[in-house]
C-alpha cells in the first residue's frame, strides 16, 4: 500500500502543479457520468470496432490526454518539436483508447460502480469497483484534476496497476526500439 502511495505521490508531483480546485464532489460527479457512459458501451452489444471508437469518444470527454501524452513521453517531451507533440498526442489518444478499449471489452457482461473519492494534494482520487460475472470484483481508481482548466482524469490504477507509469515505460521502450526518432513513434503508433 506504501509503496502505491508513494509512486501515485511521485507521479502526482512530476505533473503541473496546482491548489486543489476540484471538489470531491466534482470529481466523484464526473467519474459517475464517465461510468455511465463506460457501462453502456459495455452494455451495448457493439462490435470490437465499435466499442474501440466509442471509448475513444469517451477518452477525449473525460481525459487530460495532453497531460498524459506528455507524461508517458518523459523527458523526450522537451526536445519535440510543437507539431511532434501535436501528432504524438492524437496518436496516442488512438493507441490508448485502442489498447484500453480492448480491455475494457473484458468488462462485457458486467458493470462499474463509484464507491467513493478523496482529496490527495492537487487532485482527487475516486474509487471505482467493477463487477465482472463469474470473478472477483476489481478496484479501479480514477486519478481527476483541473489543471487543464476542466475536470478530468490523468491516471487510473486497475488492481494496483499504474496506468500512467505502465505507458511511461511502454512508450519509453517503444521509443528506445525506434532509436529515440519521435517521427517514427508516431507513424508506428499510428498503424497499431
Request: hydrophobic share 45%; charged share 25%.
Amino acid at each position: 500500500m506504501f509503496r502505491r502511495q508513494f509512486l501515485v505521490g511521485t507521479v502526482a508531483l512530476t505533473l503541473p502543479t496546482s491548489s486543489l480546485a476540484v471538489s470531491p464532489a466534482a470529481a466523484q460527479s464526473m467519474v459517475e457520468d464517465l461510468v455511465d457512459d463506460v457501462n453502456a458501451v459495455i452494455a451495448s452489444g457493439a462490435s470490437e470496432q465499435a466499442m474501440i471508437d466509442q471509448f475513444g469518444q469517451i477518452l477525449n470527454r473525460y481525459a487530460d490526454v495532453p497531460t498524459i501524452a506528455r507524461y508517458c513521453l518523459g523527458v523526450d517531451a522537451r526536445r519535440a518539436t510543437a507539431s511532434q507533440m501535436a501528432q504524438y498526442t492524437d496518436a496516442f489518444q488512438d493507441y490508448i483508447a485502442s489498447k484500453y478499449g480492448r480491455r475494457f471489452r473484458e468488462f462485457v457482461g458486467g458493470e462499474v460502480r463509484v464507491v467513493g473519492s478523496e482529496a490527495v494534494k492537487s487532485w482527487v482520487e475516486v474509487e471505482t469497483t467493477v463487477l465482472l460475472r463469474g470473478r472477483s470484483p476489481l478496484q479501479m481508481d480514477w486519478h481527476v484534476s483541473n489543471r487543464s482548466g476542466r475536470n478530468a482524469f490523468f491516471n487510473f490504477i486497475i488492481e494496483g496497476v499504474n496506468m500512467l507509469l505502465t505507458e511511461r515505460e511502454e512508450i519509453g521502450a517503444m521509443l528506445d526500439r525506434r532509436r529515440g526518432s519521435i517521427d517514427a513513434l508516431i507513424s508506428d503508433m499510428k498503424a497499431v
